[in-house]
């Protein structure tokens, strides 16, 4: 079992920054592909960004490429998401996810552990 705790969301102006943050709790985090979600009103959840479990590989949505960031840290058992030059669009619950590394890390549907959410708000 895997539990996830983001942080870092809230309001910022367009152009501004914000970086994520997930802890998770498991012991065997560099056993696990990491990821960030996004999901905005009215709209589907989509795959933001991926990690490999040793972070030497990395996935962008194209929405998101040369702004966004994903990075990990297994020795604290946390994965960032460093965004920066905002946009309104990108307003949305930001999540984050994790997955066992049997699996292809840039694929969705295998992800099966979630954390409860952070709210990023770009204003125009």
């Known amino acids: 079992q895997v539990q996830l705790v983001e942080s870092g969301g809230g309001l910022v102006q367009a152009g501004g920054s914000l970086r994520l943050s997930c802890a998770a709790s498991?012991?065997?985090?560099?056993?696990?592909?990491m990821a960030w979600f996004r999901q905005a009103p009215g709209k589907e959840r989509e795959l933001v960004a991926a990690?490999?479990?040793?972070?030497?590989?990395?996935y962008y949505a194209d929405s998101v490429k040369g702004r966004f960031t994903i990075s990990r840290d297994n020795a604290k058992n946390t994965v960032y998401l460093q965004m920066n030059r905002l946009k309104p669009e990108d307003t949305a619950a930001y999540f984050c996810a994790a997955k066992w590394y049997g699996s292809a890390y840039y694929s969705p549907p295998e992800y099966g552990y979630w954390g409860q959410g952070t709210q990023v708000t770009v204003s125009s």
């Open positions: 990690i490999s479990w040793s972070g030497g590989s990395t």
């Open positions: 498991t012991r065997a985090f560099s056993s696990y592909h």
